[in-house]
């Protein structure tokens, strides 16, 4: 006979395979678990993270309610604004330009410049139109230039108009001396010449409106007399200037 186990038994060698096995299966079970965490309960997490979004459907519906609450109340403002600035620029005079005089006109060619002295004035005529409001204009300056030329800025005082009252002002404008362009200098004086010139006048400043008894100050305004032509106004016409209110000066 041979020299085979009994077919009941186990070698040493198939016993300790078997225990290997065995511990080797464990552990990957034990790994397992580690690394795939057990699954909470769908309506717990949702809930949960709803929690910690802090909005919900009622925090929804809020949000979406004031949203459109202060779009309304930004409209609100916004036609209020423009309703109140048209009626501010409703109520600026009626601006025109009547009168132009030169007094002098001087060009002197040296080797190195072209030196210009003029002396002019201009007068401008303004008319409030209302019924009840009183205008206040304060704190303008005008500026004047033709043919390219800057004649530099010019003060002009306070004025008040009553409801219905027209008022001049009168702007003069000098330089003596002052370095010019050959080519500007020689165009002004043809102009002057001709009597064709034309003159470009700028009002800035800021106006208050009187309304029963109550005071609107502070409003910053712009009269635009651009494009003036002399030949016009000796014919007895007054160009009209553009006057509005204008925030950013």
Request: proline letters at 4%; one cysteine or more; hydrophobic letters at 35%.
């Amino acid at each position: 006979m041979s020299g085979s186990a009994p077919k009941g038994n186990r070698t040493p060698l198939q016993k300790s395979l078997s225990r290997r096995v065995s511990f080797n299966e464990a552990t990957i079970s034990k790994a397992h678990d580690r690394r795939t965490p057990p699954l909470a309960d769908d309506d717990s997490d949702t809930e949960s993270r709803s929690r910690r979004r802090g909005c919900g459907p009622r925090c929804n519906s809020c949000c979406a309610w004031t949203s459109l609450i202060l779009g309304i109340l930004l409209l609100l403002l916004l036609l209020v604004g423009g309703i109140y600035f048209a009626f501010l620029q409703s109520n600026l005079p009626e601006v025109h330009l009547h009168r132009l005089d030169i007094y002098t006109i001087d060009v002197v060619n040296t080797n190195n410049d072209t030196l210009l002295t003029a002396d002019f004035e201009v007068r401008i005529n303004a008319t409030n139109g209302s019924d009840r409001i009183e205008l206040g204009f304060r704190s303008m300056t005008a500026s004047m230039s033709s043919a390219g030329i800057d004649f530099g800025d010019v003060k002009i005082g306070d004025l008040h108009q009553l409801p219905r009252m027209s008022t001049d002002m009168k702007i003069r404008a000098a330089v003596k001396n002052a370095s010019v362009e050959e080519a500007a200098a020689k165009e002004l004086q043809d102009n002057v010449k001709e009597r064709m010139l034309v003159i470009n006048v700028v009002i800035k400043g800021h106006i208050d409106f009187f309304l029963g008894g109550k005071k609107m100050n502070g409003f910053p305004f712009k009269i635009d007399c651009s494009q003036m032509d002399q030949s016009v106004i000796d014919n007895g016409n007054s160009p009209k200037c553009n006057a509005k209110m204008s925030p950013l000066q």
